[in-house]
């Protein structure tokens, strides 16, 4: 018995080693994207790379909600694989439906024409190279889903070092075509290394459409906070000074690295927690909030007494802007590590409450925000970002522990009726 826990110990340590450098990677392929195409590419074809890069990333969000995260809360079933083949065939489908409406929007926006028909042919690989990710968590094979995320970053620096060095000067097509293709490329392979078995049927399929499949209480999240962000993003554009706007954005950007661990352990931890005990459950969070709280916090601190000379190297002239928005944004750091592990903690006892939480919090940050530029303009906007961001962690611990307290330990079986995979 001491060395199965011992055992399941160092697999949760792996797996979790393994999620961390698979969402490092997956942040430097597409960061690596943005910033070559920005450095060889006019202003005008960066422009339109952007659009349809945003574009791209959306669809992968939406993708993720809808098949993705409900995938990972199937962890230890005993039709892991069967479920793993069946939602990469359901994200072959989704992506060929999001290539037909990319392909229509080329025909109604003739001036992005030819990165919308790139961005269609690559998108069905695409999706199915994201949701892999999500069935290597599900089977304990993250170290397949970073290969295939090393292989995205690979092809794409070697084809953005054939463009440069070619005698072609570079279109935003072109650089849409290196980062999508290469894309497309990984998710190939990521076909290749699914789990093989018996055939899955179109007629599983239909599994998605039942009204119970928590992907649609997901993808109403997805929905409630891109949007948020977006009319955020838009206000700020709108009544700030876009000088003081890219300051903020800056700091946001200086909390890189912790983003990508909140990230990691947003996306990728449920299957770690799934099959713990209520007890370990409880601890296993704590020590992931705590800790990622803490290293928010410490980055924070570092910023603060940071040199000048220092912050102009990290974020040029604008440093000289960011003196009122370190302390609020880097709350707003500590606050979305607790909350990604409280949510991650709801999303495995009661997913379906989850939806209830974003919705409330979501307006609760949407109202903070809104009164801190009012009040102070980008420095009110940033106390906002803080502030709403620690209430949204509040609710969301709340109800966590009122979910552990109240709803059904949910073992395989019942979430597996739940997910209807």
């Known amino acids: 018995m001491a060395r199965q826990q011992v055992g399941s110990v160092t697999n949760r340590r792996r797996a979790a080693s393994w999620s961390v450098i698979d969402q490092g990677v997956s942040s430097l392929t597409n960061l690596a994207g943005v910033i070559l195409s920005a450095r060889l590419l006019d202003t005008t074809g960066f422009g339109r790379f952007a659009v349809i890069y945003g574009v791209c990333v959306l669809i992968l969000g939406a993708g993720q909600s809808f098949l993705s995260q409900p995938l990972v809360l199937t962890r230890g079933r005993d039709d892991a694989p069967r479920l793993v083949r069946s939602a990469l065939r359901a994200a072959l489908v989704l992506g060929s439906l999001f290539a037909v409406g990319l392909v229509l929007a080329a025909v109604l926006a003739p001036q992005a024409r030819a990165e919308l028909v790139v961005t269609a042919a690559c998108m069905p690989l695409l999706l199915v190279g994201d949701t892999f990710r ?3 968590a599900v089977l304990g094979r993250m170290d397949r889903a970073a290969l295939v995320d090393i292989v995205w970053l690979v092809l794409l620096v070697a084809g953005v070092v054939v463009l440069s060095t070619s005698a072609v000067t570079p279109e935003g097509w072109h650089l849409m075509g290196v980062w999508a293709g290469s894309g497309a490329a990984a998710g190939a392979l990521a076909w290749l290394l699914a789990p093989r078995g018996s055939h899955v049927s179109l007629r599983s399929l239909r599994s998605f459409t039942d009204k119970a499949y928590l992907g649609y209480r997901f993808s109403v999240e997805f929905i409630a906070v891109r949007g948020a962000n977006q009319l955020m993003a838009l206000s700020l554009g709108v009544l700030v000074a876009v000088e003081a706007v890219g300051a903020l954005r800056g700091v946001q950007t200086l909390f890189g690295p912790i983003n990508v661990l909140v990230q990691a352990a947003g996306l990728f931890g449920a299957p770690l927690v799934i099959g ?49 928005l370190l302390l609020p944004l880097g709350l707003q750091a500590v606050g979305v590590a607790v909350l990604a592990a409280a949510m991650l903690g709801v999303r495995v006892v009661e997913p379906r409450l989850s939806l209830r939480i974003q919705l409330t919090s979501t307006s609760c940050f949407l109202v903070l925000f809104g009164a801190g530029v009012w009040l102070g303009g980008v420095e009110g906007a940033a106390w906002g970002f803080g502030v709403g961001t620690l209430v949204q962690a509040s609710l969301a611990v709340t109800a966590y522990r009122w979910a552990s307290r109240h709803s059904i330990a949910p073992d395989r079986r019942s979430l597996g009726e739940e997910v209807r995979i």
């Open 276 to 324: 713990l005990t209520a007890r370990r459950r409880g601890r296993f969070l704590v020590l992931i909030g705590v800790a990622l709280g803490l290293l928010a916090a410490a980055m924070t601190a570092c910023l603060l007494v940071l040199p000048p000379s220092l912050g102009r190297v990290l974020l040029g002239e604008t440093w000289s802007d960011t003196g009122g």
């Open 134 to 136: 999500f069935g290597c």
